[in-house]
């Protein structure tokens, strides 16, 4: 994936923004989105990432930013790589989070992919975002 052009960006903060009105979730559940974060678990060359990497990432940089919980799905995807357009297949994890929608919150899932991408020399992780009522 490209990184976020600057109108990626003001449209994911509207996606974020714009969960349900208060008074269309039923009784006990809020607006909330659920954030999807897609993570390839092989660095650079095919490199597996190890397994005590992934938990510090996610101790030093999900947690923090997340603390009031999330899950972790183990996995397998697959992506077309930019460089020689073939395609890669590889154990992956996705994190879901349900939490509150927002600016605040979109620029906390952004540092994740930014941290991750850094850390293991990803090209890329993917985010999706949808809008849903929760309660916990």
Request: proline share 10%.
């Amino acid at each position: 994936m490209k990184p976020l052009a600057p109108l990626a960006v003001a449209l994911l903060l509207g996606a974020c923004s714009a969960a349900p009105p208060v008074g269309t979730c039923p009784a006990g559940l809020a607006p909330q989105i659920e954030a999807h974060l897609y993570f390839g678990l092989t660095s650079v060359g095919g490199v597996p990432i190890p397994e005590a990497d992934w938990t510090d990432f996610v101790a030093r940089e999900v947690t923090p930013r997340f603390p009031d919980g999330l899950t972790v799905i183990d996995t397998t995807g697959q992506w077309r790589d930019r460089t020689g357009s073939h395609v890669v297949r590889q154990p992956s994890r996705v994190i879901v989070i349900d939490t509150d929608p927002g600016p605040a919150t979109l620029a906390k899932l952004q540092a994740i992919r930014d941290a991750y991408r850094a850390r293991f020399h990803q090209q890329s992780v993917g985010l999706t975002t949808t809008e849903l009522c929760a309660g916990f």
